[in-house]
């Protein structure tokens, strides 16, 4: 089993829509958990980190289930800027990164 | 002013060859970190610094070797290279370990022919 794992999309949606990701991780130890996003040929930005309560920042918001060892990213209203590839991240000093799923929004 | 810097943004090279990708930070950063990218976009971490000490070496061959002459620099080394090496290779750089201060370069692609 992969360390993390995402479904690699692609997800076309029309501007307005509601869109979810998942991801799941293998490590149970693990403490930080982190959304980022990249653009083609970019670097990877942090877009959020994922607290245990849940947390919000504007139209996104991501969740944690430890039970379940997964968690999610939400993405209300979307924005054409918003498509780019988001990646799942596990751990703070050893970082994990999942594959990305890839987003387009369109008009 | 740019945070991360890598040279060369782009790399062609011939199988066999040694080749160094530079990477420099002006944050002020105490740890700095090379990922990479294969095709399939899996970013992994090869290697990380902290105060010129290396942190974290992940299972990479020893044809690759960091060197971090100072704070603000960490380079990265490669011998005879393969196809594999193949990537986008990226120098990041945190304040104290993490994702909330980390910064990252814009990559360097290599090509290996």
């Known amino acids: 089993r992969k360390e993390v794992e995402q479904d690699p999309g692609p997800f076309n949606v029309p501007e307005g829509a509601t869109v979810a990701f998942n991801c799941t991780y293998s490590?149970?130890?693990?403490?930080?958990f982190f959304w980022y996003r990249q653009d083609c040929r970019k670097e990877p930005k942090l877009l959020m980190s994922?607290?245990?309560s849940g947390n919000e920042d504007g139209r996104f918001t991501a969740q944690l289930n430890r039970a379940s060892q997964y968690i999610s990213l939400l993405i209300r209203d979307s924005k054409l800027s918003d498509s780019a590839t988001y990646l799942c991240?596990?751990?703070?000093?050893?970082?994990?990164f999942g594959a990305g799923t890839r987003l387009t929004v369109k008009p | 002013d740019t945070a991360v810097s890598q040279t060369p943004k782009y790399l062609v090279t011939q199988m066999g060859n040694d080749k160094s990708i530079k990477c420099e930070q002006n944050l002020g950063h105490d740890t700095m970190y090379w990922y990479k990218q294969d095709s399939k976009k899996f970013l992994k971490i090869m290697f990380s610094y902290n105060n010129k000490e290396l942190i974290i070496n992940e299972t990479v061959p020893n044809r690759f070797s960091p060197k971090s002459p100072d704070k603000a620099h960490l380079n990265l080394h490669i011998n005879s290279l393969e196809l594999g090496d193949s990537a986008v290779y990226f120098c990041?750089?945190?304040?104290?370990?993490?994702?909330?201060?980390?910064?990252f370069g814009p990559g360097t692609r290599l090509l290996v022919l």
């Open positions: 994922v607290y245990s």
């Open positions: 990041a750089s945190s304040l104290a370990g993490g994702p909330e201060t980390q910064y």
């Open positions: 490590n149970s130890a693990s403490q930080s």
């Open positions: 991240v596990v751990g703070r000093d050893d970082m994990r």
